[in-house]
């Protein structure tokens, strides 16, 4: 497999993922399952590291202790012997809190600084967090806001026949909408 195509077929970032969960004095078997669990892995990391609308409330003293448990374990990694699969699995520690910390309810300060934290962390590896796709998309973030707000207005008058046609039409466009207890969330698809 040619780096090359790697990168065409959109899984440059998930290589990459890939190699670092290795220790570089072992040999690394490349298998597309493998691709493909690092491409997952690499999913579940970019949904905590999307950026926060607003945050309320108080601090969650315990996810700062787990976001300085991460911070203290990565460098850790990185400074004995430049051990990334020690680091990574820090990142996915990190990032199942956040995940955790955002579906309880109403993100807390917390909840932003942990998210710069691990893209701060991915960074040093290179990894970049960033939803290309959803980058794309960012310029036209508030309409699809906007979007869903009417969407909601819709399903709650009972309009569903409308309110499906956007919600259709936004999976055209590439919008995933993912309806939650929270409210309606959205990312590229």
């Known amino acids: 497999v040619r780096l090359r195509e790697l990168s065409e077929r ?3 970032m998930a290589f990459r993922l890939m190699v670092l969960q290795s220790h570089y004095r072992a040999p ?9 669990a690092a491409n997952n892995g ?8 999307r950026p926060i609308d607003r945050t309320g409330g108080e601090r969650d003293a315990d996810l700062d202790a787990r976001v300085d448990r991460a911070v203290e374990t990565f460098h ?8 990334p699969p020690v680091a990574i699995s820090a990142l996915f520690d990190l990032g199942r809190a956040i995940n955790r910390a955002r579906a309880a309810g109403e993100p807390s300060p917390s909840v ?6 691990l893209v701060d962390l991915a960074n040093i590896l290179g990894l970049n967090l960033a939803d290309e796709a959803q980058d794309g998309l960012l ?4 309409f699809i806001d906007l979007l869903i707000d009417l969407r909601t207005e819709l399903r709650a008058a009972k309009q569903y026949a409308i ?6 039409r936004l999976t ?3 919008v995933a909408l993912e309806d939650t207890k929270q409210g309606t969330t959205w990312k590229a698809s």
């Not at 690394?28 to 493909?36: K, Q």
């Not at 850790?76 to 051990?83: E, N, P, Q, Y």
């Not at 310029?139 to 508030?142: G, K, Q, V, Y």
């Open 10 to 12: 959109g899984r440059a």
């Open 28 to 36: 690394l078997t490349y298998s597309d399952e493998g691709l493909e």
């Open 76 to 83: 850790t990694a990185m400074l004995d012997d430049f051990d």
């Open 139 to 142: 310029e036209a973030a508030p």
């Open 172 to 174: 055209q466009l590439g």
């Open 163 to 168: 309110a499906d046609t956007i919600r259709a």
């Open 112 to 117: 932003a600084d942990a998210r710069q934290a």
């Open 42 to 49: 690499l999913e579940r990391l970019r949904v905590a590291a």
